[in-house]
T-cell receptor, first 114, second 114 residues
Framework: NAGVTQTPKFQVLKTGQSMTLQCAQD?????MYWYRQDPGMGLRLIYY???????DKGEVPNGYNVSRLNKREFSLRLESAAPSQTSVYFC?????????????FGSGTRLTVV | AQSVTQLGSHVSVSEGALVLLRCNYS??????LFWYVQYPNQGLQLLLK??????LVKGINGFEAEFKKSETSFHLTKPSAHMSDAAEYFC????????????FGTGTRLTIIP
């Protein structure tokens, strides 16, 4: 099925460990995004990539890095995980940088840092 | 800068009753407005969107929303609630000039009472 695929779906990390969340889309979309979702706070943008080869910080980028590997793939890396990074992470994509197309979301990665 | 306020983090309605979820936005330029729905343990799915043109927009599953510029509102309604409507709903805003990022509200959890 066409869409946005995130891996893994669940992950438990110890404080200080590193990991990479993977995201791939097969809709030939230009723009991709990483959000985190926390109770009572909605979705907050971590990083985005308006087009292949570009990345920009969002609202909450500290503690994260991203790589737009190619047009399909956009990964999120936690270099040294902290309990404050316990969250549900969503990747999304859009056909164009103009938001009127709306976003297509993946099913999320539930991350717990202990 | 844009922002979205969703009034009521939790809303309960009886099956068959009117559903009304409130969203007010702040934007210095004409907005694009969106409603997304999130079912348990899933990603967000686009319900409907307003970009330009008709201010009453219809979406999936019988939902509709009306853009009221004078009230800076984009409330979501459905005439008759169904058990399957139980989910979390997010309002989001972007701007007319192609700001590639959506800003989300904090969400409203809708519970349907049998």
């Amino acid at each position: 099925n066409a869409g946005v695929t995130q891996t893994p779906k669940f992950q438990v990390l110890k404080t200080g460990q590193s990991m990479t969340l993977q995201c791939a889309q097969d809709m030939n979309h230009n723009s991709m995004y990483w959000y985190r979702q926390d109770p009572g706070m909605g979705l907050r943008l971590i990083y985005y990539s308006a087009s292949e080869g570009t990345t920009d910080k969002g609202e909450v980028p500290n503690g994260y890095n991203v790589s737009r590997l190619n047009k399909r793939e956009f990964s999120l890396r936690l270099e040294s995980a902290a309990p404050s990074q316990t969250s549900v992470y969503f990747c999304a994509s859009s056909a164009d940088r103009r938001a009127n197309y709306g976003y297509t979301f993946g099913s999320g990665t539930r991350l717990t840092v202990v | 800068a844009q922002s979205v306020t969703q009034l009521g983090s939790h809303v309960s309605v009886s099956e068959g009753a009117l559903v009304l979820l409130r969203c007010n936005y702040s934007s210095s330029v004409p907005p694009y407005l969106f409603w997304y729905v999130q079912y348990p343990n899933q990603g967000l799915q686009l319900l409907l969107k307003y970009t330009t043109g008709a201010t009453l927009v219809k979406g999936i599953n019988g939902f509709e929303a009306e853009f009221k510029k004078s009230e800076t509102s984009f409330h979501l309604t459905k005439p008759s609630a169904h058990m399957s409507d139980a989910a979390e709903y997010f309002c989001a805003v972007s701007d007319y000039f192609g700001n590639e990022k959506l800003t989300f509200g904090t969400g409203t959890r809708l519970t349907i009472i049998p």
